[in-house]
């Protein structure tokens, strides 16, 4: 178990999750991880006791999901490899409908219903990508809030549904594209590639960082799924 802000002595993953995710004025250290980064594709450390540090973390995930537009975020993406997801599918940015933010720590699926269904999602690492994903109807997650309960959600049929093993695949470092075939894969690539460069170029026209650019342009997954 890994808690953000004491000392881990056993092992220098744990020693880089502390430092990468090291409190700090500075919200620069938490930005958004794109495809291509390690982070991605690794899977995360169990939150241990809920600091103030993670209380923050979580906060700064939130502050930036609803930035974004988003209806999820894992920690992950933020370049943070610990257990813990942020979600609202709830809320509509554009009617400016009532934030109803859960988060997640050390979530875990129990349960998946045999039924699947596909539909369309799109994620905040992946700019520019809409894949179609099959996944199961139903899921029953446990994860602790940030007081330490332990919660059950039962979810059926809804973007909450499809949102919870989303952000849960971040957890263990698996992303949209290892649901794809090798070809619809490689397209993907191709797709989340083009728009980085594009908007790393329109960035750089536009005499901005690039990144701004990149961030603004993404809400495919509040539409489709999540993030
Ligand atoms: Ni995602």
Do not use: W
């Amino acid at each position: 178990m890994v808690s953000i802000g004491q000392t881990c002595l056993d092992s220098k993953c744990r020693e880089k999750i502390l430092e990468d995710a090291a409190v700090s004025d500075s919200k620069s250290d938490f930005h958004l991880r794109f495809m291509g980064e390690d982070v991605l594709t690794q899977k995360a450390e169990e939150v241990g006791e809920v600091t103030p540090e993670i209380e923050k973390l979580a906060d700064d995930m939130l502050s930036l999901m609803y930035e974004e537009e988003g209806c999820g975020l894992a920690a992950p993406q933020i370049g943070a490899p610990l257990r813990l997801v942020v979600i609202d599918c709830d809320y509509d940015p554009s009617s400016q409908t009532k934030k109803n933010p859960y988060v997640l720590i050390n979530p875990e699926i129990v349960e998946l219903s045999d039924e699947t269904a596909k539909d369309s999602e799109g994620c905040l690492s992946f700019p520019g990508l809409s894949v179609e994903i099959e996944r199961p109807v139903g899921v029953v997650v446990e994860a602790e809030d940030l007081e330490g309960n332990v919660l059950r959600y039962e979810v059926e049929g809804s973007l909450l549904a499809r949102c919870l093993q989303h952000e849960i695949d971040h957890l263990n470092g698996v992303t949209m594209l290892d649901h794809l075939g090798p070809i619809a894969r490689m397209k993907a690539i191709s797709t989340v590639r083009e728009k980085m460069q594009g908007d790393a170029a329109a960035g750089a026209a536009n005499g901005a960082e690039g990144e701004t650019a990149t961030h603004s342009a993404e809400r495919t997954e509040k539409s489709t799924e999540e993030k």
